[in-house]
């Protein structure tokens, strides 16, 4: 980096590199790339050491960077004043995702390189230390954090559940059985001693699960889609959709016990998700969902949106997201982006925030977070 570096401030470190990161990507010199994520590496991946004593850990410098969240800016530098749309910038978004690609990459080989030196590399092969599952920060998550995560969300989705349908138990009794309770009252001499009730109707409590499956929340799509499955298994009448420019429902490739690694495939391959140029458009999306399904979203539902909101600088929605939120018994939108980065570049979370009660949802151990104060 040009200048020294902030010291004693985190957040004026992180950003004084997340700004050099951005010109180096922008110039796409990848020796350079590669000498900043050592430098990375120093100044952000030191943690507690571990219990096997891995000291230096990738996820702690992709999460301070976010390296995701600049594509935005990284295509207005590719561009230019070129104009948007079109062939040019469809080589600049894969320009842009390759470039972010490799310094993950090199983040990651650092990394590596680093607890080699310190355990040797035959206890690394033996014994490669990740973070603990809750840790995980899902813009990040890699195939091998996978099942552990599955395992870590899986009870917390039976309390999301749990915490949603709540408000139905409640009560047990049913309408008053006026008949009933007459006729009881007959061997009393008249009096009332004892009221009866009409059984309780039992309804399903039902769930709509709104999920961003697009390429820039990779990661928290496989959290999103997992969630959905663990809630499918313990939670009666869940309904899922995916939108990438489009929604479609993708509730049926969650059937009880099915892998959500292949659903996950199979969304990718059938779901009709992308009806454009597939990148994420919100506006649209809803408004796709609101028409096609319009009886979805209804007084005995719970609405949960999971994404980050950021619309590619296009209408957002809000109308048609503020009038499913009125219509629904409850919603909660879990944004897998750090709250100081809402509203930054193409996002639109600060106004979403406006209408729909919005928090940030990183890792399992903030899911837990927003169970425990649902």
Avoid at 249 to 255: G, M, N, Q, S, W
Avoid at 258 to 266: G, H, K, Q, T, Y
Avoid at 278 to 291: I, K, L, M, Q, R
Avoid at 352 to 369: F, K, N, S, W
Wanted: glycine share 8%; charged share 25%.
């Amino acid at each position: 980096a040009d200048g020294p570096l902030p010291v004693g401030d985190p957040g004026a470190l992180a950003e004084a590199l997340r700004a050099e990161l951005l010109r180096l990507l922008t110039e796409g010199d990848e020796e350079a790339l590669r000498r900043f994520a050592r430098l990375a590496v120093d100044q952000l991946g030191a943690g507690a050491p571990s219990p096997s004593g891995q000291s230096f850990f990738s996820y702690r410098v992709l999460r301070a960077l976010s390296p995701d969240t600049l594509v935005a800016q990284l295509l207005a530098g590719l561009l230019g004043d070129g104009e948007r749309g079109g062939l040019a910038e469809q080589v600049a978004r894969q320009t842009a995702r390759e470039r972010i690609s490799a310094f993950r990459t090199a983040v990651e080989a650092e990394v590596r390189r680093r607890t080699a030196a310190e355990k040797g590399r035959d206890k690394v092969a033996r014994n490669a230390v990740r973070p603990l599952a809750d840790q995980v920060d899902f813009l990040r998550a890699q195939q091998s954090d996978l099942a552990e995560l599955r395992r870590t969300v899986a009870p917390l989705a039976r309390r999301l559940a749990a915490k949603l349908s709540a408000r139905r138990r409640l009560g047990r009794e049913g309408r008053l059985d006026f008949r009933r309770t007459v006729r009881a009252s007959l061997a009393t001499g008249g009096m009332p001693l004892v009221t009866h009730h009409r059984p309780r109707a039992v309804h399903k409590p039902e769930l709509v699960v709104l999920c961003d499956v697009s390429g820039s929340v990779a990661g928290f799509s496989h959290f999103t889609l997992m969630l959905t499955q663990a809630l499918r298994e313990h939670f009666s009448g869940v309904r899922a959709f995916a939108f990438v420019d489009s929604t479609d429902e993708v509730t049926r490739f969650f059937t009880p016990g099915a892998d959500v690694v292949d659903a996950i495939a199979r969304i990718g391959r059938e779901a009709d998700v992308v009806s454009f140029d597939g990148h994420s458009d919100y506006g649209n999306a809803f408004e796709v969902f609101a028409e096609k399904w319009p009886a979805a979203v209804g007084p005995k539902t719970s609405l949960l949106v999971l994404g980050d909101g950021r619309t590619n600088y296009r209408h957002p929605g809000l109308p048609t997201l503020a009038d499913l939120v009125r219509r629904s018994r409850s919603a909660h939108w879990l944004n897998p982006e750090p709250r100081r980065l809402w509203g930054t570049g193409d996002s639109a979370a600060d106004r979403y925030r406006e209408v729909i009660p919005m928090v940030e949802v990183r890792t399992a151990a903030q899911l837990g977070d927003f169970v425990t104060t649902l």
